[in-house]
């Protein structure tokens, strides 16, 4: 099946603590993306990636890190830099180039203690 | 930049009764307007688009309306069932400058009673 994985569904980490989230796909696509969901909130974008070894940062870059070394994956490192880091974390993708769907996947859900 | 405006944010209705969500985009350069649900803990999925070359598109008991000239689009539901519980988001996108980026409004909580 292709899809979206995102692991783990649900992560804790204590204040001061860097933690990487990861995403994976297996859609062929070029572009990647992260966003962030808080309630209320609609989804905000912290960085994307449209090409391998390339990424820019999205409305909400600071405090979050991105690698691209292949094409199917994308981690998402939250560091302690991150003030507020307590959120639903999502990832999606999508065919690069032009205006078309983004896949999500189901989504990380970070609490931090 | 481009602004998603979305109402209502919470929106309740008996079965059966149809539901209408309304977006708002600031960008007159803006495309690709999508529909997404999401249940509850998971990710979003797409349920509908629309292009600006075309004013509505229907899927069963789903259908989309765009209005370019007012710079707004809704989503339009009949015959709701219980499974149609969720929150819904619109999205704004255009293919020139952020390269197919887009912007979400803040969302809809569509609760069907039984």
């Known amino acids: 099946d292709g899809g979206i994985t995102q692991s783990p569904k649900y992560l804790f980490r204590k204040e001061g603590q860097n933690v990487t989230l990861s995403c994976e796909q297996n859609l062929n696509h070029d572009a990647m993306y992260w966003y962030r969901q808080d309630p209320g909130q609609g989804l905000r974008l912290i960085y994307y990636?449209?090409?391998?070894?390339?990424?820019q940062k999205g409305d909400i870059a600071e405090g979050y890190s991105v690698s691209r070394e292949k094409k199917e994956s994308f981690p998402l490192t939250v560091t302690s830099a991150q003030k507020n880091p307590t959120a639903f974390y999502l990832c999606?993708?999508?065919?690069?180039?032009?205006?078309?769907?983004?896949?999500f996947g189901p989504g990380t859900r970070l609490t931090v203690l | 930049g481009e602004n998603v405006e979305q109402h209502p944010s919470t929106l309740s209705v008996q079965e059966g009764d149809s539901a209408v969500i309304k977006c708002t985009y600031s960008?007159?350069?803006?495309?690709?307007f999508p529909w997404y649900k999401q249940e509850l803990g998971k990710g979003p999925q797409l349920i509908i688009d629309?292009?600006?070359?075309?004013g509505e598109k229907k899927d069963q008991r789903i259908a989309v309306t765009l209005n370019k000239t007012a710079k707004h689009f809704s989503l339009h539901i009949t015959e709701t069932q219980p499974e149609d519980s969720a929150v819904y988001f619109c999205a704004a996108s255009s293919s020139q400058g952020s390269q197919g980026n887009l912007i979400f409004g803040k969302g809809t909580k569509l609760s069907v009673k039984p």
């Open positions: 629309i292009r600006s070359n075309v």
């Open positions: 990636s449209q090409i391998v070894n390339d990424f």
């Open positions: 960008d007159s350069a803006s495309n690709y």
């Open positions: 999606a993708s999508k065919v690069w180039g032009g205006v078309n769907e983004q896949f």
